[in-house]
């Protein structure tokens, strides 16, 4: 085994060693990339085009771009995530998706470079996009998303461990993600992309708490600090409601400037059963459920808005 805080080398370094991470199948690579977790790419472009063409200009082109950067950004943080908590130790005993270290179905090295080659990704396509949006300080704020990335839980001092996980995913997939979206289209951003920006901020971070929820346990155990351990079991649970339902009261908010984005009210149906199962106690296995319904309800309720803000430009 490798003990917890101990950075194996390459992967023949730690074959040396006497360690067998085994060779992870293509199966087993698409669980690692946690794919439950890309509607959190998606509704940013969603959301942030629709504002684009209510304010009268889109380029679907444009949107294919932040729409891989965005993907690249949320897989790359994942593979990055599982190398970085795979050689703390931290990932050894846990209920969730595939971890590829902690489970040594992969090298630590080969983790870590689908990491890179994610942000690499990422990285190409921000600059094709910042190119035809002539937007070239966003070369900046892309540098600073991919450093988030890494750092979530790499280095010496990851902030994930110190509770700032929620405020970089509110930030980074939902005030950069979707304004971001929005202003290499069209140029501009208006009040309503603001308010749906922090929409989707709020319900990606919905996501990142109910995945923390269910680790809290595992989590206190090797000192990873995150927010949900901070708060405890019973305010984390409120946290999450709080954050799952209060994108619906924005609505409300945004239909007062514009009517048809009250669309966004009809995913609410969807999230009262995740809701309602968190505040109920759910743990374990059942959260793992709450945490695919969470990223349906963030889908929905972005499309939903995507579509009224587009009509906004008929009223």
Same mark, same amino acid.
């Given at each position: 085994?490798?003990?917890?805080?101990? $950075?194996?080398?390459?992967?023949?370094?730690?074959?040396?060693?006497?360690?067998?991470?085994?060779?992870?199948?293509?199966?087993?690579?698409?669980?690692?990339?946690?794919?439950?977790?890309?509607?959190?790419?998606?509704?940013? %472009?969603?959301?942030?085009?629709?504002?684009?063409?209510?304010?009268?200009?889109?380029?679907?082109?444009?949107?294919?771009? +932040?729409?891989?950067?965005?993907?690249?950004? %949320?897989?790359?943080?994942?593979?990055?995530?599982?190398?970085?908590?795979?050689?703390?130790? @931290?990932?050894? &005993? =846990?209920?969730?998706?595939?971890?590829?270290?902690?489970?040594?179905?992969? @090298?630590?090295?080969? !983790?870590?470079?689908?990491?890179?080659?994610?942000?690499?990704?990422?990285?190409?396509?921000?600059?094709?996009?910042?190119?035809?949006?002539?937007?070239?300080?966003?070369? +900046?704020?892309?540098?600073?998303?991919?450093?988030?990335?890494?750092?979530?839980?790499?280095?010496? =001092?990851?902030?994930?461990?110190?509770?700032?996980? &929620?405020?970089?995913?509110?930030?980074?997939?939902?005030?950069?993600?979707?304004?971001?979206? @929005?202003?290499?289209?069209?140029?501009?951003?208006?009040? $309503?992309?603001?308010?749906?920006?922090?929409?989707?901020?709020? $319900?990606?971070?919905? !996501?990142? !708490? +109910?995945?923390?929820?269910?680790?809290?346990?595992?989590?206190? &155990?090797?000192?990873?600090?995150?927010?949900?351990?901070?708060?405890?079991? =019973?305010?984390?649970?409120?946290?999450?409601?709080?954050?799952?339902?209060?994108?619906?009261?924005?609505?409300?908010?945004?239909?007062?400037?514009?009517?048809?984005?009250? $669309?966004?009210?009809?995913?609410?149906?969807?999230?009262?059963?995740?809701?309602?199962?968190?505040?109920?106690?759910?743990?374990?296995?059942?959260?793992?459920?709450?945490?695919?319904?969470?990223?349906?309800?963030?889908?929905?309720?972005?499309?939903?808005?995507?579509?009224?803000?587009?009509?906004?430009?008929?009223?």
């Amino acid at each position: 085994m490798i003990r917890r805080g101990t $950075l194996p080398g390459r992967g023949s370094i730690g074959r040396a060693r006497g360690l067998d991470f085994g060779v992870a199948s293509l199966a087993q690579w698409v669980q690692g990339a946690r794919p439950r977790t890309l509607p959190t790419a998606v509704a940013p %472009v969603l959301v942030g085009t629709g504002a684009a063409i209510g304010s009268g200009t889109v380029s679907i082109g444009r949107a294919v771009l +932040a729409l891989i950067v965005a993907a690249a950004l %949320v897989i790359g943080v994942n593979f990055a995530n599982d190398y970085s908590d795979g050689i703390r130790g @931290t990932d050894d &005993e =846990r209920v969730g998706p595939m971890r590829l270290v902690g489970s040594k179905a992969a @090298t630590p090295a080969a !983790v870590r470079t689908a990491a890179f080659v994610c942000f690499a990704i990422a990285a190409l396509a921000g600059l094709t996009l910042v190119s035809l949006a002539r937007a070239w300080w966003l070369i +900046a704020v892309g540098a600073l998303c991919i450093a988030g990335a890494w750092f979530y839980t790499g280095g010496k =001092r990851p902030y994930g461990y110190a509770g700032l996980g &929620e405020v970089a995913v509110f930030v980074f997939f939902g005030l950069v993600g979707t304004l971001g979206t @929005t202003y290499t289209q069209s140029g501009t951003i208006g009040p $309503l992309a603001v308010v749906g920006a922090v929409g989707v901020g709020l $319900l990606c971070c919905a !996501v990142l !708490v +109910a995945n923390n929820l269910r680790d809290i346990a595992g989590d206190t &155990e090797v000192g990873k600090r995150t927010l949900a351990v901070a708060l405890g079991d =019973r305010d984390t649970r409120r946290f999450y409601a709080a954050l799952a339902l209060l994108p619906f009261v924005l609505t409300i908010g945004m239909g007062v400037l514009s009517l048809p984005v009250l $669309l966004g009210l009809l995913a609410l149906p969807l999230a009262i059963p995740p809701t309602r199962a968190v505040l109920r106690g759910a743990d374990g296995r059942p959260l793992i459920r709450v945490l695919q319904q969470t990223g349906m309800v963030l889908l929905a309720w972005s499309t939903l808005t995507a579509v009224g803000l587009a009509l906004g430009l008929a009223f």
